[in-house]
């Protein structure tokens, strides 16, 4: 019992410790509006409630967000996915720029997107086979 209750306060005093490593990490980044994408309301609605969190400049954070080690995982997954589209600066991207990201977005919906960690803590957000069909109509490209 003594053993047990050492370990506890080790792993305590260790995830108090790491609540102060910082993460760098913005939730909300201005950008000019005008450069958000411009779809369709119904694809963009899709968008906003699957997608958005991680592919724009507009992150709605949860409470949990800021607690390690879980917010290293959310910064990273978040800064990836700007990295690799980011719907609040779309039109800043060329037409062979935006040609090459909606060939990517028909293969993610069609492969991997959203995550299925992302779709575990946001049900809401799991895209429906009609959505995916839609999104991947609306792409203008054809399956592989």
């Excluded at 003594?2 to 993460?23: E, N």
Aim: with cysteine; net charge neutral.
């Amino acid at each position: 019992m003594v053993v047990l209750k050492t370990i506890i306060k080790y792993l305590l005093g260790f995830f108090i410790l790491i609540q102060l490593i910082p993460i760098n990490y913005e939730d909300q980044v201005k950008t000019d509006p005008a450069l958000e994408m411009k779809a369709p309301p119904e694809i963009m609605a899709v968008f906003k409630r699957s997608c958005w969190d991680c592919h724009s400049n507009n992150t709605v954070l949860p409470w949990y967000s800021h607690i390690a080690p879980v917010s290293w995982t959310m910064s990273r997954h978040v800064d990836l996915g700007r990295k690799w589209l980011n719907f609040s600066t779309w039109e800043s991207l060329t037409p062979e720029e935006k040609d090459k990201k909606l060939g990517e977005i028909y293969t993610a919906v069609f492969v991997a997107m959203p995550l299925k960690s992302y779709v575990f803590a946001h049900p809401e957000a799991d895209l429906t086979p009609d959505e995916r069909k839609m999104i991947r109509e609306w792409t203008g490209k054809a399956p592989f």
